[in-house]
Each structure stands twice: as C-alpha cells, then as structure tokens.
C-alpha cells in the first residue's frame, strides 16, 4: 500500500511535513496545502521551496477557478524544479465554493471541461486532480467522471463525500467504486481511514477499504494521520510523539511572529493530538487557555505525565 499525507489548510505546512518526515515519514507523497495566489505569497513560496522539502516527494496543490489563473500559478511553480501539480476540486469552504473554486466546479460539468481542456493544453507540468463526487447528489458523479475519463491526468484522488456533507457522514464507497477500472490512469482513495489494520473491518480501518475495494493501492491520509501519527511508520510510542511535539513546537517558534501566532498552530493540532490520550479533556483545556509559550509548554508536559498514551496499543 501507497500512503499520501492530505492537504489540510493551515496545518501540513513544510514545517509540520518536514518534522513529520523526520520523525516518522511512510509517506510516497506530502501534498501542500493548496496555493491560490497568482503572485506567490511568501507563505506559499516558502511552502514549496526546494530546501523546505528535503526528502520529500512534494506535489504542490493549486486552487483556482479560471484556467488562466492555474496556468500562471503553475509557472511560478514550475520554476523552483516540481514536475506535477494537484488541481484541488474538492475543498468544501462554501467561500470557496461561492466563486466556483474547489468542489464548487463540479457544479458545471460542461464548465470544468473547458478548465482541463485549457490546462492540459498549456500547463508546464503534470496534473493530478484531487476531487470529491458532486455537491449534493449522486446523479451528479457519472457526468464528472465523463469529464474524467477524456484527459491525460496523472492520478485521481478521490474523496467519496459531497460538498454539502463537509466532513460529516459516512462517505460514499459505492461512488469511488464507479470509479475504478474505467480509467488508464490510477486512482487513490482518501476519506475517514484512521487504522491501517488489514484485519480490522470496522468502518475507517484499512481492512473496511479492502473489504469494499481489494485492488486498491493507495491511500491518502489526513485527520485519521493527524490522530495517530504512528499510524504507518508503527514508531508509535510516547518518547517518539513527545520528540515530534517538541521539534513542532521549536519550528514554529523559529519562523512565526511572537507566541500568540506560534500557539495558535498548535493549538489547532491538539484537536487531533488530544485524541491520543486517555482522559485528556482537563489538560486540553489548560493547553487552549495557555496565553504564553511557557504556560504553554507547562499545561502539555502535564498532560504527557498524567495521561495514559493510547497509540499503539491496538498493534
């Protein structure tokens, strides 16, 4: 089995891939959070330079709803040596999809088939497409992979929820099964898997995927990775989660602007971290209302010393 590490908005940032890579890596491919500005911002520049992604198999991901404006996204990348870019269709921010950007695209079948036309043409590089299966309906999903099927793509990552689900409910295996075999490019599933365990056939597990798709090969991770960390790798213990945590910590206080901006990073990974430990809720909370980096550093080295890890131990 292949692994990717999802495009998650404001949290796989080079630093978070970067330590992530170090500590625990399994991951064929780390896909950026998506780039939407024709002029790079220095915090998307910053995302794709070479040297912050040492190691790394990187695909940039791009968010754009006009041809012309991936077309100039994809050039500026295209500079700093990347061979394959990852057209997001699927983002389900209702301000995304508001100016028909993301999944709001797939809204207009005969509209994203004038995009593709266009980037294919002119794009410097290869495409993938990271897309999930309508807006609201399944009747929608055979027009867009009618779409699909008459361009050169490069992978297909598919997430089997609507737009208007968000990240609610259970996705939609049926959709990504229509999928399959009808193309010459590969396909990747991503959506809820939080285990990697083959025997487990509970719904998120890798042996619930297999149960339903056993020529699956590749699979793309984000929350469920973000919960366990050691989900693939198996270095899943408290020593190597704490050193993981203790090199995010140092790396983002090393480039973010004063403690607050630095907290507020990490303070939204503990929505997934917290989830790795027993009894948790307390010290979250301690952890939410630390206003310093060292009342900060307190409340988690709390948490570590009275709070039992649970990662791994289903292994």
Known sequence: MNYYLAPLEGITTYTFRSVFHAHY???????TPFIA???LSSRERNDILPEHNEGQTTVPQILAGRSEDFLKIAASIAKYGYDTVNLNLGCPASTVVTRRRGSGMLADPDGLRGFLEDIFEHCPMKISIKTRIGIASEEEWEPIL???????IEELIIHPRFQKQGYGGKV????????QGRFSFPICYNGDITSIDENNTDYGSLGWLKSFSP?????????????DP???S??????NFRAFHEDLLSGYTKIMSGDANTLFKMKDLWTFFSTGFEDSDKYLKAIRKATRISQYEIAVNNLFKECRFLRGTDK
């Open 230 to 232: 050691g989900m693939v």
């Open 172 to 179: 939609n295996m049926e959709s990504f099964l229509r999928a």
């Open 37 to 39: 500005s024709t002029n």
């Open 215 to 227: 020529t699956t090969e590749t699979v793309m991770l984000g929350r469920g990775l973000l919960m």
């Open 146 to 152: 009618e779409v699909f099927k008459d361009f050169p």
């Open 234 to 239: 198996g270095e899943n213990t408290p020593e």
């Open 25 to 31: 890596g399994g991951m064929e491919k780390y896909f």
